[in-house]
Structures are given as structure tokens and as C-alpha cells.
T-cell receptor, first 111, second 114 residues
Framework: QQPVQSPQAVILREGEDAVINCSSS?????VHWYRQKHGEAPVFLMI?????EQKGHEKISASFNEKKQQSSLYLTASQLSYSGTYFC????????????FGTGTSLTVIP | KAGVTQTPRYLIKTRGQQVTLSCSPI?????VSWYQQTPGQGLQFLFE???????NKGNFPGRFSGRQFSNSRSEMNVSTLELGDSALYLC?????????????FGPGTRLTVT
């Protein structure tokens, strides 16, 4: 039931764009996105709900395709600070459900 | 507001011992979840507490238990420690935003079992 993320790793130059995908085999209620830097805790980026709108945060946005149980995270004009491991997290309901983290995507932005 | 705090930050224990980890959520957050993070298994959900009740539990053995107090502070206990329990244990608290909960993590407790 762990969501699968792709790609596993990506290297970008500053200013380039990237897309990270998250796919689940279960019908989803919500998808969360987090970024974790080495040695630190995951940091919440955004949450997308079933039936909700595409979300945006600075130059990072995300979408949720309910029919395909997929979510995508879009990073535009990447900055060095975007480096880290990105995780999606999924829930099948809004209460009393297990929270599953994805397999993670390592993103490295180089000058 | 102060963030999620966890104590202790680092811990070294011996196989067979037990350990208790503590988590204080963001003020006003009533939901606290615990996660285990290891290089091999990634981030795995342990359990969630809401208003002092365990609302959901992940696929971990009964050696892993938790509780939540009336002030929303939570503790996690692991009994009869095994080498494989070495991990970063993360606590997260959640706030209500419309129909969903945003989740904020504490810095974690790094547990090493020798």
C-alpha cells in the first residue's frame, strides 16, 4: 500500500524544472507532500484533497488526479534550497486511517 | 507558536531493554502520530492518537505502544528492544484546516540499539 514515487532521483541545474510523481493502488482521500533535508525532519509542503483544487506554494505546486490515484509535484525555476528528498504521503480517509509515505525522490540542485 | 518538540534527541540502548520517547505537539493540536524512519524501510506509520485515544495503528509488533495525555502530549514505548529497532522516531502533530489535517513533524529521536 506504500505509494510509489518516480523518479527515484533527479539532478537539476539551478533554474530548471522538475516533476515528481506519486502513485497509489488505493482510492485516496488526500495526498501530502513533504521535503526532508539530510539529518532533519520532513517539512510539510502542501496537502491536496479529493475534489480539491491544485495547490501552489511559492514556485512549487501540485496536482491530484483522483481517477488515477496519482499526484504530481511541480518544481519550477529550481533553487539550491530545493535540494532534499521529497515524499508524498497518502490517506484513504480523513479519520482513523493509516498514513502511508511514498518511496521518496532524491532531488539535487547544482549551480 | 512553538513547534513540535521531542525528547530525548539521541538515545543509546542495549538489546532487551525498553525505551520511552516523548512528544509535545504544537499548542492546540489534538492529533499526534508516530513514525519510524530507517534507510531500508523508509518512513513507516506507527500509530496515531487523538484526544487520548489511539485512532489508528500501523503494522508493527505489540512491543511498540503509545499513549496520549489530556494535554495532548504523547509518549511512545518500545519494549524488549531489538537491533532492528534502531531508527529515527518522528512525532507529528496535526492541525485542522477545513476538511483535512496539515501535519508538522518534530526533530525526531535517534535511537541506537546495541
Amino acid at each position: 500500500q506504500q505509494p510509489v514515487q518516480s523518479p527515484q532521483a533527479v539532478i537539476l541545474r539551478e533554474g530548471e524544472d522538475a516533476v515528481i510523481n506519486c502513485s497509489s493502488s488505493k482510492a485516496l482521500y488526500s495526498v501530502h507532500w513533504y521535503r526532508q533535508k539530510h539529518g532533519e525532519a520532513p517539512v510539510f509542503l502542501m496537502i491536496l484533497l479529493k475534489g480539491g483544487e491544485q495547490k501552489g506554494h511559492e514556485k512549487i505546486s501540485a496536482s491530484f488526479n483522483e481517477k488515477k490515484q496519482q499526484s504530481s509535484l511541480y518544481l519550477t525555476a529550481s533553487q539550491l534550497s530545493y535540494s532534499g528528498t521529497y515524499f508524498c504521503g497518502t490517506e484513504t480517509g480523513n479519520t482513523g486511517n493509516q498514513f502511508y509515505f511514498g518511496t521518496g525522490t532524491s532531488l539535487t540542485v547544482i549551480p | 507558536k512553538a513547534g513540535v518538540t521531542q525528547t530525548p534527541r539521541y538515545l543509546i540502548k542495549t538489546r532487551g531493554q525498553q525505551v520511552t520517547l516523548s512528544c509535545s505537539p504544537i499548542s492546540g493540536h489534538r492529533s499526534v502520530s508516530w513514525y519510524q524512519q530507517t534507510p531500508g524501510q523508509g518512513l513507516q506509520f506507527l500509530f496515531e492518537y487523538f484526544s487520548e485515544t489511539q485512532r489508528n495503528k500501523g503494522n508493527f509488533p505489540g512491543r511498540f505502544s503509545g499513549r496520549q495525555f489530556s494535554n495532548s502530549r504523547s509518549e511512545m514505548n518500545v519494549s524488549t528492544l531489538e537491533l532492528g529497532d534502531s531508527a529515527l522516531y518522528l512525532c507529528a502533530s496535526r492541525s485542522w484546516t477545513g476538511d483535512a489535517y496539515e501535519q508538522y513533524f518534530g526533530p525526531g529521536t535517534r535511537l541506537t540499539v546495541t
